[in-house]
């Protein structure tokens, strides 16, 4: 059986009776009422899936009736219902916003349909609102963290350049949070209620992406049984995250050239433009410029793309943010109870230079959790490879013995020997065949303790 609450407003007795039993007996719980203004004060305090009201009625109207839902609850659809003789106001009203229009004469079969129509649209613009809000809310989770001077400058620039509509190109090495960023913009703008939409332009073959971007008309290539949408279209009213924009070929970048000059797209195989209304953020971990230079990337997008440009620094560079991010990983992966890092650990983290950015040391942490149980982690803990970075022995038969003195011989080996044995220092003194105190003593005045 169907479900859904319907309200029918008609000032003929009749019509409400007809209307009410038909939809009754599909299972619908129905209400009538013969008067516009009546059905409105219901409407305060209490809420419909469905209004259907007649278009002609004394009192109140149904286009008045049809603005005084849209006020209660846009999301409620209206359905006119109308007589061959106002067939033009029914038209009207569906221009102002009504879901159908039906004429009295419609058959039974007709008006059901219609009415399914209307509450499947409902459930699913109720279902759209519900998953935008729980984006939001994994999004809120899932905050840019930094304290660094570096990240402050990127943090005053996007509260500054978020709120207006202009372009964005974010530059960043990979890993450096271009998409959540990106992301932040979004949620930061007037368009934080609407789609936020994102694609790699690399990640595609170019018939793909274009169909992918632009959307396609029935025929115009085989494959293309249907119309179909565009990511453009799509994300109408949000933001458009076109990440590696770098990678997109000549072909597309006019077209991508086209939507910032014109605001409009034409599909695949199509011939009238559509108009969008997106705000695009772009992003690339590529140098741009050099490929204008080398002519793969046309200069006239690099400059409509590049209107606000925002560098994501490297980790490497600001490495007073390593501590905080390193706590804001382990609270979010920690469901029970907190985990923490002795010094050591975190000074370990510290020096390593991140080549993959926020994302590796997120994967790092993670692994840290994963493979100890205990609460605090310590250095051995810390991956071998991130523990003895800098600290790799240069291997004694590449080097011309001749020139090394024997004190860089000696922390060569003492580096060599320590990285085998993972860095236990009793062990790592009984094959040196010294005791463990003058081992302390030479890790010391080599700068090696750990
Ligand atoms: N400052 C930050 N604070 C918290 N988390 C971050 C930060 N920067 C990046 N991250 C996290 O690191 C991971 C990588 O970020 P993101 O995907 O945005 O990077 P990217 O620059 O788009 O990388 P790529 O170029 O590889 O696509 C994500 O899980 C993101 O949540
Ligand atoms: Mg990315």
């Not at 159908?100 to 129509?117: D, G, R, S």
């Not at 109720?126 to 963290?145: D, G």
């Not at 510290?350 to 950015?357: A, E, K, L, R, S």
Request: hydrophobic share 40%; proline share 4%; glycine share 6%.
């Amino acid at each position: 059986m169907a479900s859904g609450k319907i309200m029918i407003i008609d000032d003929e007795e009749s019509m409400c009776q007809f209307l009410s039993i038909m939809l009754r007996k599909e299972g619908f719980d129905v209400q009538t009422y013969t008067s516009g203004r009546v059905a409105l004060e219901k409407l305060q305090a209490d809420s419909f899936d469905l209004v259907i009201t007649d278009i002609h009625m004394p009192e109140m109207d149904g286009l008045e009736v049809l603005s005084g839902v849209k006020e209660s609850d846009p999301t409620t659809p209206v359905v006119i219902l109308t007589a061959y003789a106002s067939l033009e106001t029914a038209i009207e009203a569906v221009n102002r916003g009504a879901f159908h229009y039906l004429t009295k004469q419609a058959k039974n079969e007709e008006i059901k349909m219609v009415v399914k129509k209307a509450l499947e649209h409902r459930r699913l613009r109720k279902e759209n609102r519900f998953l935008k809000k729980q984006l939001r809310i994994q999004h809120e989770t899932k905050k840019m963290i930094g304290k660094s001077p570096m990240m402050n400058e990127v943090f005053d620039l996007v509260a500054r350049a978020a709120p207006t509509d202009s372009t964005m190109l974010i530059h960043g090495e990979s890993g450096t949070g271009k998409e959540l960023i990106a992301k932040e913009i979004h949620y930061a703008s007037k368009r934080a209620d609407g789609p936020f939409v994102s694609i790699n332009c690399g990640a595609l073959p170019e018939t793909l992406l274009e169909s992918e971007l632009f959307g396609h008309v029935r025929g115009s290539f085989t494959g293309a049984v249907k119309d179909k949408e565009g990511l453009f279209a799509v994300a109408c009213g949000g933001t458009f995250f076109l990440d590696e924009v770098g990678d997109c070929s000549p072909a597309i970048q006019v077209k991508l050239l086209r939507v910032l000059q014109e605001r409009e797209i034409i599909p695949v195989g199509g011939t009238r433009p559509i108009d969008v209304d997106v705000r695009v953020v772009a992003a690339t971990n590529a140098d741009l410029e050099l490929g204008i230079e080398e002519g793969r990337f046309r200069a006239d997008l690099y400059y409509r793309l590049n209107v606000i440009p925002l560098t994501l620094p490297p980790l490497r560079n600001r490495k007073d943010d390593i501590p905080l991010l390193v706590d804001h990983f382990l609270k979010s992966l920690s469901a029970n109870g907190e985990r923490k890092l002795t010094p050591d650990a975190l000074e370990l983290l510290t020096q390593y230079d991140w080549p993959g950015n926020v994302r590796e040391l997120e994967n790092i942490v993670e692994r840290m959790v994963i493979l100890n149980e205990k609460d605090v982690l310590e250095g051995d803990d810390v991956p071998p490879r991130i523990r003895n970075f800098g600290n790799e022995p240069v291997t004694v038969e590449d080097q011309d013995l001749g020139s090394m003195s024997l004190q860089d011989l000696e922390k060569q080996h003492l580096i060599r020997i320590l990285n085998d044995v993972g860095w236990q220092k009793r062990k790592a003194s009984s094959i040196l065949g010294i005791n463990t105190s003058t081992l302390y003593r030479k890790l010391q005045r080599y700068g090696l303790e750990q």
